[in-house]
Every structure is written in C-alpha cells, then in structure tokens.
C-alpha cells in the first residue's frame, strides 16, 4: 500500500476511521474537509496532516487519494490529482483492500449496522481477538469504531446505499433487514436494491458464513439456498411477542441453516435482558445495556458472528454487556429537572418506530418525539410512513427538512405537511410543527412535565435541540416542579 496518503473529506465518519487505521498501520496520512471539527482535531493529534478547506496544494508529495461519496467531482484536489496521474480511490475501495485481504466480517442491511458492528468490534477487542475495526458511526463510553489489529478478522459496516458493499468480498457477511431506502442510487426501484443485496451474498467467501435476520432471509431465501455448498447460513430473530414463531417454523430452510432467537425478553430502560437459544438449546441469560427490542435482535447478530468467530458464548455474553451502544444510538444526553433527553439518528420510518416502542416500553414515562426529517426527495418518499410513525409518541413535533446540497426543494413536500399528516393519525393534541429548530426548547418548555422523556431523531443537525433544552431546563424547569 502507498506510503502517503490524502484524504478528501477526511473529517467524515467513515473516512476518518479508515485514516485512524492507515495510521496504526504506519501510513503518512494528510486530509481535508470543509469544516473544521473535533474530529480533525483527533487525528491531527493521531498524527494526520489536516487542512480545513480544498485546495490543490494540499496533495503535494500525496501516492494516493481516497476521496468520500460527498466529494463533488470538480474538487480542486481530485482534479489535481488526476492531472498528476496519481492513483484514486473511493473510500469503499479503501476499505475493500483492509476487509479483503483479512477474514472480513462485513456488515450490511438497512437498520441496525453501526450498532451490530460496534458490538462485535467490542466483544472481539475485549476478547483478545485484536480485530481491525472501521465503523461507520463512533461509539459511547470509549468503545472501539476504529483501530488497526493484528489478528485476522476485519471488522466493517458494509454500505448498500450505494451498492459499495460489492466490492467487499467477506469470510462473514451479516445482513441486518432489506428495505427500500436510498432507492434514488437504485433509479427509482425497489428490485435493483434488492438484486443488489442478491450479489452481495455472492461475495461470501468459500466456506463463510452468511448471518442474516428472519425477514431479510425470506425475501433472499431462493439464492441463499443456492449458496448452500459454498457456504453457512445462520438466520436470527426475536420470541414470539410479535406474533412469530421460532426461525425453523417461520421458515422454509434449507438442510444447513442454523439459527438464534431470543426468549423471555425482559426491558427495563436502558437495558435488555434475554434468553438466547441456538437451534432449540437455550445458552442462558444475556443482559446488554442498550434499549429496546431492535437492539435485542442486534446483539443475536453480534452472538451469532462472535460464535462463528470460534468463542464461547458465556465469554461473549460477558463482554457484550459492556458495550453502551454507538454515538447517536438512543444517546443519553442529559437528565434536568426530572426530564431525561436522548438523541436518535433515526431518520427511516423504521428506525422511528423502534426508538419510540424502546423509550415507551422500557421507561413506562411520557415520550416526547422531535423529528427532524432528511431531504426532500427522502421526505416525498417516506412522506405517508412517517405520518403513521409516532403513534408511541405522547407529543410529536416536527420541524423543518434539513436539506444538504445538492438537494432543492420539492412542489407539495413540507415539514409542515407532514406534521398535519401525523396529527390526522394520532390527533392534533398530540403533534407541534415547530418549523424553525432554534425556537423548539424555548417553545418546547412550558410543555414539559417531569418525569418526560425527550428523543431528538434525524440525521441531518436535530442533536443540536437536545443539548440545548438539557441546558436551558438546567436554568430554568418545568411544569409540575
């Protein structure tokens, strides 16, 4: 691999936990980004050559560019870079040369992969097993997104958005969910997703293992099953709470596929406690200290390649309880006046939902849901499934599209829109449209009771209110007090 290596848009998440690898593993490493950040502040004390802004200059003396998906193609770097014949690289391919030449454990699926990884990153680090790690999310409480291992496995979130994750060629493969989501890279269709998600299985090694949830393997059940000489499938899943039965009875399978569920699913705020069972045999009790159900099916898929991986399972329990989830994943932000605030990334119906359920049934406390929804174009798609998202939330507020560029807006898609939709579904009592973010604390505030849980989701900058009403409730209060 090159000696020195730039990175444009060094300062995104991915990108900046490839540049903590490269540099464990010795590299020069010099970055740009647009904005300056804590994160290009860590890797400059890391020992990476930051700039904050693009120019030409800053790849001189450079033997390769890795360049992130936000990287328009007239960036005056990349264009330098391909006047000096310098060799480039999408951050995927990056990745794909740390994941393939090791026994890479790839993570796809629309939900759950910043979680999954992190929890396996975890119990193989805390294990001895000395994994290379790349997430795509930073994690809480000092556990591990980045770092470069001398042991075999690879550990990395594997990107369908795009169909990146088909460059990546992985001893295990774990697919979270297969929904339709990011279908604008996919012209429009739901099927050249999932073809897409068809290929990637493909990709699994000679005599991998192919990790997978209950509902993502029925709508890929025809190619696994074409898979199985080449390769294990394992299929995990939830009790029977929901109305499903155990994997072997919900599932057409296959001679070869084995498989996890949870039993006796006990959730008490922040914490999960279950029985796990592999084909029938129960292993005994796991507690993890991350909410919800959603996060329970998580940790499957984490026990489940942890188990692959050759350890035991009471080792893996062990070290899986103290994992405290990733950065943005139902984060703590603060407790004021009796009102505990956390902040989700959910930013897909989806993801909504299953926050909301985890917040309402393992706190028992009024859930107050501020929503921030990304892009227009996601807005349009999703339009009718937010609305009928929130009906766990006590009050939902909605504020306005946060739009990056290159996105415009679109004729009829408003937040304001929205907020009448999801007031038709769960009533006008019970929804705010506050379109500008700066005023929700303030308008937010003679609203709240104590005891309230607060959730900001979203992807785009709604973290922000959650750190704010935390401080403004630390100077003033709420009602009831």
């Given at each position: ?9 060094i ?56 360049y ?41 699926g629309?939900h ?14 805390k ?14 409480n ?47 269709r ?15 090694k ?9 509902d ?188 990056p ?11 304001k ?35 309230d ?29």
């Amino acid at each position: 691999m090159a000696e020195h290596i730039h990175m444009i848009g060094i300062g995104g998440v991915g990108m900046s936990a490839i540049a903590t690898v490269l540099l464990e593993m010795g590299h020069k490493v010099s970055g740009s980004d647009l904005k300056d950040s804590e994160t290009l502040h860590r890797l400059q004390q890391e020992g990476a050559g930051v700039f904050v802004g693009h120019e030409a200059s800053h790849i001189e003396g450079a033997d390769l560019i890795v360049y992130s998906s936000a990287i328009p193609k007239h960036n005056p770097e990349l264009l330098a870079a391909g006047k000096q014949n310098i060799p480039i690289l999408h951050r995927s391919e990056m990745l794909a040369r740390l994941l393939n030449d090791k026994l890479g454990i790839a993570v796809a699926g629309a939900h759950g992969k910043t979680t999954i990884t992190g929890m396996i990153a975890h119990i193989l680090t805390k294990l001895e097993v000395d994994p290379t790690v790349l997430a795509g999310g930073e994690m809480q409480n000092q556990c591990v997104h980045a770092r470069w291992g001398e042991g075999h496995y690879v550990v990395a979130e594997a990107d369908e958005s795009d169909a990146s994750f088909l460059r990546y060629f992985p001893h295990i493969a774990v697919i979270t969910s297969v929904e339709a989501d990011h279908l604008e890279n996919f012209g429009g269709r739901a099927g050249r997703l999932v073809a897409s998600y068809k290929s990637f299985l493909g990709n699994i090694k000679a005599g991998g293992v192919l990790i997978i949830s209950r509902d993502a393997y029925k709508i890929l059940e025809d190619e696994i099953k074409a898979l199985e000489n080449k390769i294990s499938v394992i299929v995990y899943g939830l009790d029977q709470a929901n109305g499903d039965v155990g994997f072997k009875d919900s599932i057409n399978t296959a001679t070869n596929v084995d498989g996890y569920r949870a039993e006796e699913i006990k959730l008490v705020e922040s914490t999960a406690c279950f029985y796990v069972y592999f084909n029938g045999e129960c292993l005994g009790e796991c507690c993890i200290s991350v909410p919800g159900r959603y996060n329970v099916e998580n940790a499957l898929a984490a026990i489940a390649v942890a188990r692959s991986a050759g350890l035991e399972y009471s080792e893996i329990f062990r070290a899986l309880g103290g994992f405290h989830g990733a950065h943005r994943r139902f984060e703590w932000i603060g407790t004021a006046k009796g009102v505990l605030v956390y902040d989700d990334y959910a930013h897909h119906p989806t993801e909504i939902k299953n926050a909301l359920k985890a917040a309402k049934t393992g706190f028992n406390r009024r859930v107050i849901a501020i929503f921030q929804p990304q892009r227009y174009s996601r807005t349009k798609l999703f339009m009718h499934e937010f609305s009928q998202s929130f009906k766990e939330a006590d009050i939902a507020v909605i504020t306005d599209i946060y739009a990056p560029p290159p996105e415009v807006p679109l004729p009829g898609i408003t937040a304001k829109r929205l907020a009448k939709l999801v007031a038709e579904d769960i009533g006008e009592d019970r929804v705010m449209f506050i379109g500008d973010k700066e005023q929700i604390s303030e308008r937010l505030e003679p609203v709240l009771e104590n005891d309230d849980l607060v959730i900001t989701m979203g992807a785009g900058d709604i973290w922000q209110v959650a750190h704010e009403l935390v401080e403004r409730l630390e100077h003033t209060g709420v009602q009831g007090l």
